[in-house]
Every structure is written in structure tokens, then in C-alpha cells.
């Protein structure tokens, strides 16, 4: 069986949900709400509430929304049963083992064990002839010291196609785990053999110190030159930073964004304990949002090249949005931070990592240096493309200082730079003017779920059922005057499914609390849940406004029913509710 509901009730009792977001999100109070910007997409202006009154949270801008256990679950990226798991060592909670909920918590548990003992064997093979060459690039080509390579439990998988597989075998572990551990691959002729082989091995772990994943760096000419685990169902790659789980315990005060593995470890060599990486991927939302649990500055440094430019300019406003403080590391006379570390030292790189700019000042350093400003067609191109950028600056002050920077670059008058800011400006906010407009003249769309797949089919019905709920929500009371309404008579199946849970919930005793429904609903049905319960609803005339909502319903439904010609049920019902006074 799952875990029991009763269990469910108590710990969503037990977990105030200002208290538990306020340990991931900066909150201030504004109005009845708490108020910061939202750990689930990039947002400079805080769109995201939470309402201790009715233990929701709920992002103006991106939709998401829910109880305790849905913030947790999509913030931590957990399942329903692990996010429970989390709450209840939280709450100090004995977590009941039963069914459902024992099954997976096993099989995750023995993957993570699996991981573990697959990077305890790789590890062990660096002292082995089958790891000479994984020993030999790590210490003598990159310089590692063995207490680096243990700290970050660096291995080597052996050329062969199934020496993990064997060794994994002996420990119990049988093919179908690594298959769902990332470690084995199936090949179309049914073959199970080795994902990583003839590769240096670096075990990615997670802030919690579970191993999740590999990557692999090969040691020949074999393609591609990093190998990584796939997403399983204790990986993400989108959600994970490589030695994030090192690098949050620094007293440093900033994080340092690497392209790679190894510069994240030559830099914890060097003393810089608070680099971190990507894994095998460019910088997501996802990765800023979790580098911003941690630190409120990053430095991005990236490689020098063309490719560690470009990487650089698509991170900068991702992790902005996050109210980051980004710079970016200017290196000249290497490529990457392993090399400048190597070639200048400890000292110089400290000094260098001080110096970093801006991301202002990066980003309007490479528009200059792609132009030649003694040519005038080319310098009218560079200040097009600095007004640009001058222009999308949130600050005034920030557009006059870079702007008249800009100017002086060019040799032209810091009014003439400042009236093309105003107007680019001037144009953006038009855009964005004429856009609103649009979404104004179409109110119906508003008021659709923001997932296409939840999308009403009967608006005026709809919003009667999202009153119903609503009420239901805010005042469990009025359980009792919902009458003969059934589930079935709802327009909208989301409506619908949400309503007869509530009316389950409360037939057998359980809390109606919309946290308790996280199990049961899906992560769009719980976003569109709690948007339904945070619009404003007067509780004064509450029980009319039921009464009035529940007509509506079973008005609508009679409607479906006898299609487009009103047959006699409809008839009598709307002279019914004439001589009662009720309006459509």
C-alpha cells in the first residue's frame, strides 16, 4: 500500500510551507504574501508568492504552484516518496515503510549503493596495471596530488567491455541495475556490455553525498572525448553541478562556473574550493537557480575561445535572472584556468579572479572588439549594437555610465548616444506595450489553464467549478451545502478529478488541505489548483456564492446533455430558478 493519507496530513501539518520555501527563497512580506523571485524560472522582478494563510505557493509568471510537498518535489527534483522522506526527517517524522512507497525507496537506494560501489571500483583500478594510463594522465599530464584525486574519488574504467559488469556481479548486482543505473548500455543485437571503458572517471555527486552519475574522459582517440551518464531516476543533468556538493561549504563568497571537469578540480587543487561545472551541458535555469541557493556571486570562467565566448554570452542573462551578481574572468595568456594556474601560479589567478568584469563590461568589450571604430561605416554598425545592449540595462544609471562609455569609444557625442538609448528604449517598451495590449483584448484566453492539455471547454461552467473548489478550500464548513453535486457534472475533468478528491478526502475524515492532494494530482493539475485557490473570493456571502456556483454547474451540465434544441430538464430548471431569483 502507499503511505497512508493520515501520515500525509500530519506531516504538511508538521511543515509550514513559509518556513520550508524561506529555507531555498529569499521572501519578503508584502501585503498578506511573502514575495521573491522564483526558483523555478529566471525573473528579475519576484513574481513569486507564498501564502502562509493557505499554505500554497504560487509564481505569477511562470504558473507553477502547490502545497509543501509539491515545492519540494519540484525544487529538489524528487519523487512524491522521496519528497516525503525529506519533509519528514524535516519534521523529525519516523517515516512509515510499507507497499508502494518500500519498493521504490529499495530500488532507489540500491541504485545509489550501486553508483557508489561502480566508483569505489573504478578508483581502485587507478592502483592497478589496468589503470596505468588513467594514473599517468592524472598525475603526471594534469598534475594531480593524490589527496585531490581522493578527495574527488577520480577512477579509471579498464579497456573491456564487461570488467564493471563482472566486478558488479560478484557484488549482486545484476545487469538489469546497471542498465538502469546508466552503467551498462543494451546494444540492438540484445548485447550488454560496458558504458565506460578505457575512460578516466569522475563520479558526479549530489549535495546530499549521494553518487548519481559518471563522467568519462577517454585516454585514446575514440569519440566522444567526454562520456556521461544518461538521466536515470537519480540523475538529472539539467538539475546537477559537478562538486556543487564541495563547493556550497566554501567561505569564499562566489561561486566559479567552469567549462569542465578538470578545471573545477585543478581550481580545489589550487585552493579555490568554490568551482563548479556543468555536466556535459550548456548552463540551464535549473543550474542557476541552484547556484544561486548557495552564493549570490558567480564568476563564469569559461575557456578563452570562440565556443567559451559564446557559451559565456548565453550564460550571462540566465544566471542574471536569478539577481545573481555575474562577472567574468578575463584570462590572457591561456586558455582555460588549469593552464593560467599552471603558467602564472595561485597568486596571479587570485588577483585575475578580483579583477573580473562586469557582465556589462564583458559584453559590451566583445561588441568593440568586433569592429574596426576608424572606419566609420563599421563604428555606426558598433554603436548600433551598443545601444542595444546600453539599452536592455535595468538601471538609469547603469544606461548613462555605459552609454557615455560607449560614446567616448566612438568619438561621438555622449547626447547624440544617450537620445539612440532613449529611443531603442522607447521602442522596446512599445513592443512590450502593443504585446500586453493583445492579451488584454482576448480576457478568455487569460483565463485558461496555462497547460494547453487542461484547457476548458465550457468558460462559464469552469469558472462556476473553480468557485465551488475555491470555497471548499477556504472553508471546509461548506462541505456540507455542496448537496447532490457530483464530480461528473463538472465541464472540465481537472475540475472535476480535483472535486471529488476533496469530497473523498472529507467523507473519510482526512484534511482538505490542497497540500495533502499532492500525490494524486500532476505537477500542472497542482499548479492550476493552487492558482484556482489564490484568486480573491469574498467569504462573507459564502454560502450564496456556493449556491449560485452549483446552479451554474448543474445549469451547464443539463445544457451538454440535451445538446444545442433546450429540452424539458432545462426548461423546468431555468423556470425554477426565475422564481427563486437566480441570476445566470
Known sequence: MAIPEQFIDELVARNEISDVVSSYVTLTRKGGNLWGLCPFHSEKTPSFSVSADKQIYHCFGCGKGGGVISFIMEIENLPFP????LLAQRAGLAMPETGENEGYRRRRERLLALNKEAARYFHRQLQSPQGAAGAA??????KLSRGTVTRFGLGMAPDSWDSLINAMAELGYDKRDLLDAGLAVDSKKGRIYDRFRNRVMFPIIDVRGDVIGFGGRVLDDGTPKYLNSPDTSVYNKSRNLFALNIAKKSRLGRMILTEGYMDTISLHQAGFDCAV???GTALTAEHAQLLARYTKEAVIAYDGDGAGVAAAQRAIPILERTGLKV???RMAGAKDPDEYIKSYGREAFARLLDQSENHIEYRLRQVRQRYDLADDAQKVEFLREAVG??????????????????AAEAGVAPEAMALEV????????RQEKKKQERRDLTPAAQLQPKSRGLRYENMRSARAEEGVIRLLLLDPALFAQTGELEATQFSAPVLGKIYGLLQERRRTGLSTQLASLASALEPEEMSLAALVLDQPEDLSRSGQALHDYIETIRTEALRRAEGDSPGALLAAREKYRETKGYGG
Open 82 to 85: 522521496d519528497a516525503v522522506r
Open 137 to 142: 594522465y592524472l598525475f603526471e599530464k594534469r
Open 277 to 279: 561545472a556543468s555536466l
Open 327 to 329: 562577472k567574468v574572468l
Open 389 to 406: 545592449v546600453v539599452a536592455s540595462l535595468h538601471s538609469a544609471v547603469e544606461r548613462e555610465i555605459y552609454g557615455g562609455r560607449m
Open 422 to 429: 532613449k529611443k531603442e528604449l522607447s521602442r522596446r517598451l
